[in-house]
RNA sequence: GCGGGAGUGGUGAAAUGGCAGACACGCAGGUCUUAGAAGCCUGUGCCCGAAAGGCGUAGGGGUUCAAGUCCCCUCUCCCGCACCA
């Protein structure tokens, strides 16, 4: 080994003569296909090993798209956040799942067939293809071979239709006749997630219109408890997501109390829900939803009456169209009725109201003027009595009505509650009317059961048939009412999607006009049978797709409960978060429901949950419709698939949106041509190439008697490990990263003299490259693959273990201390890095007052303090002084 | 209205309470070239200036030896929810 002599001329090793003209130019549309095509030989290159292995696992799962055919640089984005971290805990040793599949089924499918006269099945599946070919070309790090689904194909929707009938058993899946949302674009229905504003989730300007519809719900409600409690054990998720779903599931405690109706014997009692029981001696009146089931009764004989209703129905729907509903003057109609408070015997006026939801509580609310905000607003237009029943706690007369209170304020005016405090009063006065018999306790969640029905074709069919016989449900199918639905067995599923369909616009389930689809038999009695036409929605296929990840290839169930025991939880979930709720609320239902039929072990799935910002351009998140989208294989094309990821990852943190700036990726195929020159130029030149040596023969001792110019290097070199490693493990600002690295290149260009003229030894020069190129590996894996060969490597450079930092290599020779006067900067003094712990606080203080900028300063000044602070970062002197 | 996030150069951004603006883009000047491109070098927060210096993290106040960072108030932008009784 050559240490001491002069390093032989760098550009002349490989004995061609070439000279710097000639080092050959990165060029990433030749390196990238070559590797490309070596890679895609490979199909095990990323298998994980099976869960027997005893190695730590780490499941690292990105969202599965939807295959629109163009992967967009959202896609981008995100993917390239999975694979950097999946390449990094690859190299830390871990066994890494890393699967990749496609959320298939959906309506563009059936919207492209009617537009191109494409078939849905051929239409998708051409879709995937062309994705996948984009997605390669990127080079992500997923395991195609054992991992890929598309949830289009039997093979995996077969597991939805197996859990549906589980779930049948179970009581969890029901049909029952429902107002739904109705999206006249998509023709059919929607679930409440899916309907923002009014709107449709998909048709931002369609408003969703209310159908009553038989309908399949999957039981969520039942979960209802467990989904939220959940949430404050899943510290790993975002708290925003976690907030989201709060508010979702919306449980709000309280009671319900029933209200007799005045002089009517034969109508039933309304029943109020509130969370202020304690407020019902200052109720004044009665009001009701406009949709209530009484009110719909009374207008029958009430003209009057039915048409103020009808007005303010018509006016709510408006007020969704123009999206000002929530904003709507309060209004109502007095009913002429009267009800009486179980609590006191007052008989209290009812009135419809516009501002009462039909469909939250029990439609019906007691209106408390006094301390409510919008029951106050209203009794104010009509001048309802304002009675106040909970006096707080300070000086009443500088509050405004509606009169908000603390906690521990007190009753007035309420009878034997007098005098009780307010939470107190909640809980006894809900006791009383339970035990009186005209109220309980209660619970009421904003959450609803998940409307699962689509009258659509591309989609799961619902193993569920009408017997024509009128077939009541074997035993144990309590979730199926007598009346012909009957559930299939198990050893009927597949219920196979017909592929010859005419798709039209008409509404309807277009399966229903498929007769060899519709006409079967009954399984119990053998008698003709109706085929259950609606098919699933879409969301129940992502819901567990991660489980099946684990066992892609099962044919006899979802999945190996061993294997999927072994994954679980899924470690780190990567996606956009707008999916905070939808996919992300179902899929924690799901995990819950499969643990209950005992199939895992675990109650959540996923540990960690990491929302990536969006992509925008020129200020706006990239649409089609805004103009501005950027294609990703242009991009690859011009600047190369490391540059377009590196950048994605470079712009921003991962969590913050991302403005697209093409001058930028421009940057980092700069900086990887400067990294793709060194490597070229030295690697003819690296020691270990002519003795086979590889660095981790190279003992440390050995950069002990380093040259300063070497030893800088290994320093940075050494902080730089530290720094990128570390942010792996925790805040994950891969624009930093990436910029670590941009330092080092840099400084290794500075130290290009010292390293051609054997100043730096070729030990060192071979330990930065090789290191620098490791580091590369989660950002740029092509680059980094075709630099390990160029360094003479035969081996895989993706199973290189991850190189470990040196504390005592990183560390300064020299310390930089800055000295404050009065907290602001005056100089930095430098002083030797081994100056001895005890001496260097004095030493630290007699080279700060003998700095002439810090003279300058105290001239005419008195030293109050001279501190000098500690830091893990380092030291601090400030100067005090008067 | 409620909840969450953010506000730092021309731009994207960096900064465990301790040197504000790392790294990059852009721009300017230089070098190389017949010329250009690429590469390389230098400069680049603002103000005044030859220099020394002064001012600067939306605005205002506070805590601290020290604040972009912590606390209080105000403003602006983005996202989510929105008459939920």
């Not at 081996?795 to 009065?822: C, G, H, M, Y």
Request: aromatic share 10%; with cysteine.
């Amino acid at each position: 080994m050559d240490e001491s002599g002069t390093t032989k001329a760098a550009v002349a090793s490989d004995g061609s003569g070439s000279d710097k003209n000639e080092v050959q130019r990165y060029n990433p549309a030749e390196i990238e296909p070559r590797w490309q095509a070596k890679w895609d030989a490979q199909p095990n290159l990323y298998a994980a090993e099976p869960h027997t292995s005893g190695k730590p696992k780490f499941y690292c799962l990105e969202m599965l798209p939807y295959p629109s055919g163009q992967l967009h640089m959202g896609h981008v984005r995100n993917y390239a956040i999975g694979d950097a971290l999946a390449r990094f805990m690859r190299m830390r040793g871990y066994n890494v799942l890393h699967p990749m599949g496609w959320d298939a089924f959906g309506l563009p499918a059936e919207n492209a067939a009617l537009k191109n006269n494409t078939p849905p099945r051929e239409w998708t599946l051409k879709n995937i293809a062309q994705m996948k070919v984009q997605m390669q070309r990127i080079g992500y790090s997923y395991d195609w071979a054992g991992t890929e689904i598309a949830t289009c194909l039997p093979e995996y929707y077969r597991w939805n239709q197996w859990f549906f009938l589980k779930m049948v058993e179970r009581g969890l899946a029901y049909r029952r006749s429902s107002k739904v949302n109705w999206c006249p674009q998509c023709a059919t229905v929607l679930a409440n997630e899916q309907v923002i504003g009014g709107c449709c989730w998909r048709h931002e300007d369609q408003i969703v219109e209310q159908r009553e519809l038989e309908q399949w719900f999957l039981r969520i409600t039942k979960y209802a408890d467990e989904l939220l409690d959940g949430l404050d054990t899943m510290p790993g998720w975002p708290e925003k997501v976690r907030t989201m779903q709060r508010n979702w599931i919306g449980r709000s405690e309280g009671a319900e109390v029933e209200f007799r109706v005045t002089a009517m014997a034969n109508t039933p009692a309304i029943t109020v829900f509130t969370t202020r029981v304690d407020t019902i001696f200052g109720a004044t009146s009665i009001q009701l939803a406009p949709e209530h089931a009484l009110v719909k009764e009374w207008v029958k004989t009430d003209a009057q009456l039915a048409s103020a209703v009808d007005a303010m129905i018509a006016e709510q729907k408006v007020a969704r169209e123009t999206g000002d509903i929530g904003n709507i003057e309060k209004h109502g109609v007095a009913t002429g009725k009267t009800a009486i408070n179980p609590f006191n015997g007052e008989t209290l006026p009812i009135w419809v109201a516009n501002y009462i939801l039909a469909d939250y509580g029990t439609g019906a609310i007691m209106s408390v003027p006094a301390h409510d905000e919008r029951d106050f607003e209203f009794a104010q237009k009509y001048g309802l009595a304002v009675k106040r029943v909970v006096a707080p706690n300070v000086d009443t007369d500088k509050l405004a009505l509606p009169y908000g209170e603390e906690d521990d304020a007190v009753l007035i005016d309420s009878g034997e509650w007098t005098g009780e405090a307010v939470l107190e009063a909640q809980e006894r006065m809900a006791r009383f009317a339970e035990e009186h018999g005209f109220g309980k306790k209660t619970t009421t969640y904003r959450l609803k059961d998940w409307g699962v029905s689509r009258q659509r074709y591309w989609g799961t069919p619902i193993p569920m048939v009408y017997c024509t016989n009128g077939h009541a449900a074997g035993a144990g199918h309590e979730g199926v009412k007598a009346g012909g639905v009957v559930a299939l067995p198990e050893s009927a599923l597949p219920v196979l999607l017909p592929e010859q369909i005419e798709i039209t616009q008409e509404g309807g389930s277009p399966l229903g006009k498929v007769p060899e689809f519709v006409n079967t038999t009954c399984p119990v009695c053998g008698g003709p049978a109706r085929r259950e036409t609606d098919t699933m929605d879409t969301f129940v296929d992502s819901s567990w797709y991660f489980y099946r990840y684990t066992d892609a290839r099962n044919s006899t169930a979802p999945f190996d409960s061993e294997k999927a025991n072994y994954w679980f939880p899924i470690d780190q979930y990567i996606g956009g978060v707008e999916h905070a709720i939808l996919h992300l609320i179902y899929s924690r239902f799901w995990t819950k429901v499969m643990r209950d039929l005992g199939l895992i072990a675990n109650s959540e799935p996923a540990e960690r949950l990491f929302t990536q910002g969006m992509v925008i351009k020129d200020g706006a998140k990239m649409s089609k419709s805004k103009g501005n989208v950027v294609s990703p294989d242009l991009m690859i094309e011009k600047y190369g698939a490391d540059a377009t990821r590196m950048y994605a990852l470079f712009a921003a943190p991962p969590d913050r949106d991302l403005e697209w700036q093409e001058e930028g990726v421009a940057g980092i195929s700069r900086f990887l041509a400067r990294v793709y020159r060194l490597v070229g130029k030295y690697a003819p030149n690296v020691q270990y190439i002519e003795h086979g040596m590889h660095a981790d023969e190279i003992a440390p001792e050995q950069f002990a008697g380093q040259t300063a110019a070497g030893a800088a290097l290994l320093r940075t070199l050494h902080q730089t490990i530290a720094k990128i490693t570390e942010d792996f493990n925790g805040r994950w600002h891969f624009n930093t990263c990436i910029a670590a690295i941009m330092i080092l290149v840099n400084e290794i260009y500075a130290a290009e003299a010292a390293m051609d003229s054997g100043e730096v030894s070729s030990a060192t020069i071979a330990e930065l490259l090789r290191t620098l190129t490791l580091l590369l590996v989660p950002f740029a894996p092509f680059i980094a693959a075709e630099l390990w060969k160029d360094l003479g490597e035969t081996t895989d450079v993706f199973q290189q273990p991850w190189p470990v930092a040196d504390k005592e290599l990183a560390r300064e020779s020299e310390i930089e201390i800055p000295v404050q006067v009065n907290g602001k900067l005056a100089t930095v003094i430098k002083l030797a890095a081994d100056t001895d712990e005890a001496a260097l606080e004095v030493a630290i203080k007699a080279a700060s007052l003998a700095d002439e900028k810090v003279a300058a300063r105290l001239i005419g000044k008195t030293i109050v303090k001279h501190l000098v602070i500690n830091k893990p970062s380092g030291k601090l002197v400030n100067l005090v002084v008067k």
